[in-house]
């Protein structure tokens, strides 16, 4: 063959595997030219993207914007706070993210109640400043305190008093105080040596500080999430370990029924066994996977922000479904 005949091949292949090498510098997100195209992120070539995490507008320790500062140090490209049933660390999450160069996400994690049983659903791309969001997150909210309450009075009735007005010292979002809250007070007084320890001893079900709390209902929490524009992710399925197969397999669809289009694959709380799985039912059920550490605290989470595997190649990512949503950094 002539040579002219190889040069075109090789120029076009040169640029994919570049691509496919492409990684961002640690703490230099959405600096690689490789990453970007027509100045903006390249969504097709991303593959650090964290979906998933906490600040102290719900039960993480790191405000929105050190939160941010510890994403872009991760190398992630493409980040979203997702606090639980809350909004209001929105604005600022996305501000400090532009600001270090990553792109945007807005998002939530809404607390749903089916079969018996608490299920989180993650919103990506929402709107948080969407009326119908914004009352029925309000709505979700409502009666932490009162379960708080009764959680202190489980605790105090096996000689652990006090536990509200402790767990409260944790919380800086009076609307969401959360088991986690509890946690941290239990172990912070001695009562246990990690979190883990207190909600196998005390938080689960059974157990002495455990009340069941009705939250949202699924096709809610998918409306609410989809009507403002995002797109409604089963947050890490191998946790609803008390479902049977029938009620996993009802979930899923009933799920997809209302509109859902994504799970998590990759997050902090699955094991390697349990990321095939669940690569396996995204791809039987059509839905797009999402990527998330679930990080909380730099001493609490075993993940951190933008430390996970990349999604299996066989997987679409959800946000090549969210580009309209997605908020670039400046050029
Ligand atoms: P709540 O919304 O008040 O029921 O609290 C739920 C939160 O508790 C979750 O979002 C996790 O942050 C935390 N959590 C639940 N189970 C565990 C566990 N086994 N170990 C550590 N944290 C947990
Ligand atoms: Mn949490
Ligand atoms: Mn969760
Ligand atoms: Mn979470």
Redesign the pocket.
């Known amino acids: 063959m002539s040579p002219m005949l190889h040069e075109p091949r090789r120029a076009r292949l040169l640029p994919v595997t570049r691509i496919w090498r492409a990684r961002e510098r640690p703490g230099r997100p959405g600096t690689n030219p490789v990453l970007r195209q027509f100045g903006r992120l390249n969504l097709n070539h991303l593959t650090n993207a964290d979906l998933h995490s906490?600040s102290t507008v719900s039960?993480g320790t790191l405000a929105p914007e050190a939160l941010a500062a510890r994403a872009a140090a991760g190398g992630v490209q493409l980040w979203s706070l997702t606090d639980?049933d809350e909004v209001r660390g929105q604005h600022r999450a996305r501000e400090a993210a532009l600001a270090l160069g990553m792109a945007y996400l807005a998002g939530v994690e809404v607390?749903v109640t089916f079969a018996g049983e608490?299920v989180?659903i993650v919103g990506l791309g929402i709107d948080p400043d969407d009326t119908a969001l914004v009352e029925g997150l309000a709505r979700t909210r409502g009666g932490?305190e009162e379960r708080a309450l009764e959680m202190a009075a489980g605790l105090a009735a096996v000689g652990i008093p006090g536990a509200f007005e402790g767990a409260l010292r944790y919380v800086a979002n009076p609307e969401l105080i959360?088991?986690?809250h509890f946690?941290r007070w239990l172990v912070d007084t001695g009562h246990c040596a990690d979190?883990?320890e207190v909600?196998?001893r005390f938080?689960?079900d059974g157990k002495p500080g455990f009340v069941a709390?009705r939250w949202a209902k699924l096709g809610e929490a998918v409306h609410w999430i989809t009507e403002s524009g995002g797109l409604a992710v089963i947050a890490h399925p191998a946790r609803y370990t008390r479902f049977t197969p029938t009620e996993e397999y009802a979930l899923f669809t009933e799920f997809k029924a209302h509109g859902g289009q994504g799970v998590e694959v990759m997050t902090g709380s699955h094991s390697e066994a349990e990321r095939i799985k669940y690569a396996d039912l995204a791809l039987e059920f059509g839905l797009l996977a999402s990527r998330g550490s679930d990080f909380?605290a730099p001493d609490e989470s075993r993940t951190g922000l933008g430390t996970l595997p990349d999604l299996p190649g066989r997987l679409t990512p959800v946000w090549t479904a969210l580009r309209d949503r997605v908020h670039f950094p400046a050029p």
């Open positions: 906490h039960d639980h607390s608490t989180h932490r959360s088991r986690t946690a979190t883990s909600f196998r938080l689960t709390h909380h």
